[in-house]
């Protein structure tokens, strides 16, 4: 064997385990960014379902003090309308109705005297337990909504006390949170339909989520799972249910 041969074979030797080395730190860099970026990912998107909790709670709050009213067991709709006004004053985009299967009797976003037979809103009423809605367009607002309703028995009968959630005011939420660039972001409702969405909410606001994507909803409250998104992009998605 020349000297020649010696020493190449022997730079060989050296240079092997430090690239074996090299790339076992790519790896580990590799593994440790990866955990770092799922982390960030998991916590933003659960404080995101909190914020979004927090939304629903205070309509759940206002809404049950107002079905349980003495104006409205009485009912004294002019005066269960003031105490709804008052209510939803701080409130952006917030108002108040009062239905049952074949009429709105209340509506705190219209002024003046209401309208007579005012048809309520396409959605089944809440019968034993407040429930919230699948999506829908509202008969005086024209515009996508879902509604808080609680159910209320005034003589016998049944109504709901109901208040509308807007997109724009769950799109807000999305927008407070300084979601980073290039992440997706949204709030799917129970069925499945984008109730919000960062970036391009005018294009997917209404439309049904992957259906990955709920099959893996409807198994865990949450997980990581690689996905395509809506635009046809391969993701990591991470989601949280809220309850």
């Given at each position: 064997?020349?000297?020649?041969?010696?020493?190449?074979?022997?730079?060989?030797?050296?240079?092997?385990?430090?690239?074996?080395?090299?790339?076992?730190?790519?790896?580990?860099?590799?593994?440790?960014?990866?955990?770092?970026?799922?982390?960030?990912?998991?916590?933003?998107?659960?404080?995101?379902?909190?914020?979004?909790?927090?939304?629903?709670?205070?309509?759940?709050?206002?809404?049950?003090?107002?079905?349980?009213?003495?104006?409205?067991?009485?009912?004294?709709?002019?005066?269960?309308?003031?105490?709804?006004?008052?209510?939803?004053?701080?409130?952006?985009?917030?108002?108040?109705?009062?239905?049952?299967?074949?009429?709105?009797?209340?509506?705190?976003?219209?002024?003046?005297?209401?309208?007579?037979?005012?048809?309520?809103?396409?959605?089944?009423?809440?019968?034993?337990?407040?429930?919230?809605?699948?999506?829908?367009?509202?008969?005086?607002?024209?515009?996508?909504?879902?509604?808080?309703?609680?159910?209320?028995?005034?003589?016998?009968?049944?109504?709901?006390?109901?208040?509308?959630?807007?997109?724009?005011?769950?799109?807000?939420?999305?927008?407070?949170?300084?979601?980073?660039?290039?992440?997706?972001?949204?709030?799917?409702?129970?069925?499945?339909?984008?109730?919000?969405?960062?970036?391009?909410?005018?294009?997917?606001?209404?439309?049904?989520?992957?259906?990955?994507f709920l099959s893996r909803v409807k198994g865990?409250?949450?997980?990581?799972?690689?996905?395509?998104?809506?635009?046809?992009?391969?993701?990591?998605?991470?989601?949280?249910?809220?309850?």
């Open positions: 064997m020349t000297l020649r041969l010696r020493i190449v074979l022997f730079t060989i030797s050296i240079l092997l385990p430090a690239i074996a080395a090299g790339a076992w730190m790519v790896a580990a860099t590799y593994s440790r960014e990866r955990s770092a970026s799922n982390a960030t990912v998991r916590e933003t998107v659960r404080a995101l379902s909190l914020v979004v909790e927090r939304e629903l709670q205070r309509r759940d709050a206002i809404v049950r003090t107002l079905a349980a009213s003495d104006s409205l067991q009485k009912w004294d709709l002019p005066a269960f309308d003031r105490q709804a006004r008052a209510a939803t004053k701080g409130l952006v985009e917030g108002f108040v109705a009062v239905l049952d299967e074949s009429q709105q009797y209340v509506n705190t976003s219209i002024d003046g005297p209401m309208p007579v037979m005012l048809r309520p809103t396409p959605f089944t009423l809440a019968q034993d337990e407040p429930a919230l809605t699948d999506p829908f367009v509202g008969r005086t607002s024209g515009n996508l909504q879902l509604a808080y309703n609680v159910p209320v028995r005034v003589g016998g009968k049944l109504y709901n006390v109901s208040m509308p959630i807007m997109p724009t005011e769950l799109q807000r939420v999305i927008t407070e949170q300084n979601v980073p660039e290039g992440w997706i972001a949204a709030i799917v409702s129970k069925s499945g339909h984008i109730i919000a969405r960062a970036p391009n909410p005018d294009r997917w606001v209404g439309q049904s989520a992957t259906t990955d865990e409250p949450e997980g990581f799972f690689d996905a395509v998104s809506l635009d046809g992009q391969p993701i990591l998605n991470f989601y949280s249910t809220s309850e």
